[in-house]
């Protein structure tokens, strides 16, 4: 099955969205990342999100620190648990696994990697490849490339240009080329990804590259070594209409 087969639509003419990514979960919910227990971090972050009167959430990807399944069900729980009600999106990270990630994709959470609505449409991608580092394989970048015919903003997990951080070493290794046909295609209005853990704004040409920070926890910025940051849970909100499209970093400081 072709990867954007399965579709949604909003009959509507603006969205509010949010994007949350790299939860980091573990099968208990007890578990703890750098001394950080992701699971309350994420029951946090869905309770700020379900004041925001959405429309929909895409998840970036990195759901899983344990790779167990039970991660994945603990995924499922607490969004069930929680007050949200719009419907869940999701691009699998270098962590995920994408059956395990298809399995739990009922009701709330959706496995449509195409979003659509009246101005145009949201694409997720796999940038998953065969190590942490990300890999979009030719014949996904044109079936990406074959979907850009509307205006569009592109999600991936990997990032496509570098931040000078430790991360870079498993950044998206073709992010350029990526990038260079979604500028091509004149469509593009923005690409988003996670896998970073912190705010980054680019741009490459004139195609704006926004950084979603983690719900789990942030790195530290410039630094060759891996460094946890004290920032708490952040996400982030885009809103697109007629007059364009909108976004901002919330922050959830413990």
């Not at 759901?63 to 719009?86: K, M, N, V, W």
């Not at 195609?207 to 060759?224: G, R």
Request: charged content about 15%; some cysteine.
């Amino acid at each position: 099955m072709a990867w954007f087969n399965a579709t949604f639509e909003f009959n509507q003419s603006q969205l509010k969205l949010a994007h949350i990514t790299d939860t980091h979960l573990f099968e208990q919910s007890s578990g703890e990342y750098f001394a950080v227990n992701t699971a309350e971090h994420f029951r946090c972050v869905l309770a700020d999100l379900a004041l925001q009167n959405l429309d929909g959430v895409i998840f970036g990807g990195d759901l899983t620190q344990d790779h167990t399944f039970g991660s994945y069900q603990l995924f499922a729980r607490l969004i069930d648990e929680s007050a949200l009600t719009c419907p869940i999106f999701w691009l699998p990270g270098n962590h995920d696994d994408i059956e395990y990630l298809n399995e739990i994709s009922q009701g709330q959470i959706v496995s449509a990697k195409k979003i659509g609505f009246e101005l145009g449409q949201i694409l997720l991608t796999n940038s998953k490849g065969p190590t942490p580092a990300g890999w979009v394989g030719e014949v996904h970048l044109e079936e990406i490339i074959r979907q850009c015919v509307v205006p569009s903003m592109v999600f991936c997990h990997h990032n496509p240009l570098a931040i000078q951080g430790y991360l870079d070493k498993h950044m998206l290794e073709n992010g350029p080329q990526l990038l260079n046909r979604l500028v091509d295609s004149q469509n593009v209005i923005a690409l988003f990804h996670g896998h970073v853990h912190n705010e980054y704004v680019f741009r490459f040409r004139e195609l704006p590259v926004y950084a979603t920070p983690a719900t789990s926890i942030q790195f530290k910025k410039l630094t060759d070594d891996w460094q946890q940051e004290n920032l708490g849970a952040g996400y982030r909100i885009i809103s697109w209409s007629a007059g364009g499209m909108q976004t901002e970093v919330k922050w959830l400081t413990k």
